[in-house]
């Protein structure tokens, strides 16, 4: 079974500072494709940052990079110098290479603190 | 181009009547994804098209729905006989083949009472 879990439903972090968000995924698949959406109250989920499996660089975006360990099926988000902006509920998903399917966690709830 | 847009953005249905939703993906996608939120659950995969050809349907999908993509453009999400369980945010999504990466809508939020 192809699952992605996040332990952490709700985060805090000051403004400014950094914070990570947890990600674990389950799969026999070796070739596939990770992702961080954001999805802001009442608006739409948009992409923060993808990661695709063969690549052994951590995918960085501005303020956003992950921490990809594939042995582990590790995927976590870092934020840094975090803004008041970065509040919402934040996803991982993953997407084997072979299919169409977008696997999702139950998400995990920001606060940036000012 | 303005992004994967769905209409309506709300609606109150009463148990047991039909609604039908629609999502305009973004120009040129021939991917199109219908997923189902609640609140405080990650999105839950429903159906997925490539072009006219809806080829992946999850056993999520009860017979009471059924969605549709003509000419491989816009698509709808019909639901009959809507039960409360039903009540939750529908999400489309559309991507390119090129891409790996999904673009959402805003959503139909559907309320059955």
Redesign the interface.
């Known amino acids: 079974a192809q699952t992605v879990t996040q332990s952490q439903p709700e985060m805090s972090v000051q403004e400014a500072e950094t914070v990570t968000l947890s990600c674990t995924y389950d799969t026999s698949e070796s070739d596939y494709y990770l992702f961080w959406y954001k999805q802001p109250p009442s608006r739409q989920m948009i992409l923060v940052i993808r990661q695709e499996a063969y690549k052994q660089q951590n995918a960085t975006e501005n303020r956003f990079s992950v921490n990809f360990q594939k042995a582990a099926k590790s995927f976590s988000l870092k934020i840094s110098d975090s803004q008041l902006g970065d509040a919402a509920m934040y996803f991982c998903a993953y997407r084997p290479n072979t299919g169409n399917q977008f696997y999702f966690g139950t998400g995990t709830s920001l606060t940036v603190i000012p | 181009d303005t992004?994967?847009s769905q209409n309506p953005r709300h609606k109150i249905t009463k148990r047991g009547q039909n609604v039908t939703f629609r999502c305009d993906p973004i120009s040129e996608h021939n991917?199109l994804?219908w997923?189902r939120q609640t609140l405080?659950?990650?999105?839950?995969?429903l159906t997925?098209f490539?072009n006219e050809a809806q080829?992946?349907k999850s056993r999520l999908l009860s017979d009471r729905f059924s969605a549709e993509r003509p000419k491989g453009s816009f698509s709808t999400l019909e639901i009959q006989r809507t039960e409360q369980g039903d009540s939750a945010m529908y999400?489309c999504?559309s991507s390119y083949r090129q891409l790996?990466?999904?673009?959402?809508?805003?959503?139909t939020r559907l309320t059955v009472v």
């Open positions: 992004g994967v991917r994804y997923y405080g659950q990650g999105p839950e995969f997925y490539q080829l992946e999400l999504a790996t990466e999904a673009f959402f809508g805003q959503g």
